[in-house]
Nanobody
């Protein structure tokens, strides 16, 4: 399994970005897909994840601002980020979990200027 994340960039506070993560292989539709982020000097944390059935779990800090979704036909998971804040600045990673194995993408940098 290979994951390719893209869509990061520099945005002003209050702006929006949409991250995408495309997966290779045939297990995407059976997998839990997640977005994580790691800010400088901090541990990697869960932003949101979505099960194969569409159940969503999101961090309190992003509820109401970020939306995770998936397109199984395209083997792609998305993270729509609105009302961005400087504290959202981080490298964002996508993760695929299938059975007891985790696969990570390479990360995409999101920088929010104040």
């Amino acid at each position: 399994v290979q994951l390719q994340a893209y869509g990061g960039g520099l945005v002003q506070a209050g702006g929006s970005l949409r991250l995408s993560c495309a997966a290779s292989g045939s297990i995407f539709s059976f997998s839990v897909m997640g977005w994580y982020r790691q800010a400088p000097g901090k541990q990697r944390e869960l932003v949101a994840d979505i099960t194969s059935g569409g159940s969503i779990n999101a961090a309190e800090s992003v509820k109401g601002r970020f939306t995770i979704s998936r397109d199984n036909a395209k083997s792609t998971v998305y993270l729509q980020m609105n009302s961005l804040k400087p504290e959202d600045t981080a490298v964002y990673y996508c993760k695929l979990r299938w059975r007891y194995s985790d696969y990570w993408g390479q990360g995409t940098l999101v920088t929010v200027s104040s």
